[in-house]
Nanobody
Framework: QVQLAESGGGLVLAGGSLRLTCASSGRALNNYSLGWFRQAPGKELEFVAAISRYGRSTSYADSVKGRFTISRDHPRNTAFLQMNSLKPEDTALYYC????????????????????WGQGTQVTVSS
């Protein structure tokens, strides 16, 4: 069983940075592709970034490309989302998700593909 927990959210001024962490307390994440999603109040769940099993492939939403970086640390069974140059429109509840992947370069940007989700961590960017 994969159990995910996000941390690292908070309140930050526009232009600032935060690093979100996604940790698994259950099964190791070696065979899973990972993704970050976010949901702002009154809006739909939105893809942010995804990374393949060994980190060889990454994908980003256009809205965060060049500002956010997704990475993973296999020995520590964690994933990260480094967020720089934050904007008020980045304010949302951020979720990490995991899905078993059969191919090393495979990653998923569709939320419905993912079977395992964390509870989310709130990111608030003030102007």
């Amino acid at each position: 069983q994969v159990q995910l927990a996000e941390s690292g959210g908070g309140l930050v001024l526009a232009g600032g940075s935060l690093r979100l962490t996604c940790a698994s307390s259950g099964r190791a994440l070696n065979n899973y592709s990972l993704g970050w999603f976010r949901q702002a109040p009154g809006k739909e769940l939105e893809f942010v970034a995804a990374i393949s099993r060994y980190g060889r492939s990454t994908s980003y939403a256009d809205s965060v490309k060049g500002r956010f970086t997704i990475s993973r640390d296999h020995p520590r069974n964690t994933a990260f989302l480094q967020m720089n140059s934050l904007k008020p429109e980045d304010t949302a509840l951020y979720y990490c998700a995991a899905e078993r992947s059969l191919r090393p370069y495979q990653l998923f940007s569709n939320a419905s593909t993912y079977d395992y989700w964390g509870q989310g961590t709130q990111v608030t960017v003030s102007s």
